[in-house]
């Protein structure tokens, strides 16, 4: 049974950093690529970022340059390194498991999901 668990989240301040984690369990995690979504009030789900089983990464054009997706296979967990923060990153915040090794920015593309943290920042 494949479970992914999130831990990081909180409130902060505008222009403050956060780290978000995500423990994987009941899967190789070296072999298979992660992502970091994120869902505000009445909003859809929007894709933050990924990381491919050898590193590569991919951000979504909001959080370029501000965040960043480490991985740390021997840990069996992916990171959100989140800085420079603003009000409209405000959401919960999920990761995600993909069936193979490479990134992708389509929440579809993921099977297994996290339960999400909530991220609140104030201005």
């Known amino acids: 049974q494949v479970q992914l668990v999130e831990s990081g989240g909180g409130s902060v301040q505008a222009g403050g950093s956060l780290r978000l984690s995500c423990a994987v369990s009941?899967?190789?995690?070296?072999?298979?690529?992660m992502g970091w979504f994120r869902q505000a009030p009445g909003k859809e789900r929007e894709f933050v970022a990924s990381?491919?089983?050898?590193?590569?990464?991919i951000y979504g054009d909001s959080v370029k340059g501000r965040f960043t997706i480490p991985r740390d296979n021997a840990k069996n967990t992916v990171y959100l390194q989140m800085n420079s923060l603003k009000p409209e990153d405000t959401a919960v915040y999920y990761c995600?498991?993909?069936?193979?090794?490479?990134?992708?920015?389509?929440?579809?593309?993921?099977?297994?999901w996290g339960q999400g943290t909530q991220v609140t920042v104030s201005s």
């Open positions: 995600a498991s993909r069936p193979t090794g490479w990134v992708s920015r389509s929440q579809y593309e993921y099977d297994y």
């Open positions: 009941g899967r190789t995690f070296s072999s298979y690529a």
């Open positions: 990381i491919s089983r050898g590193g590569t990464t």
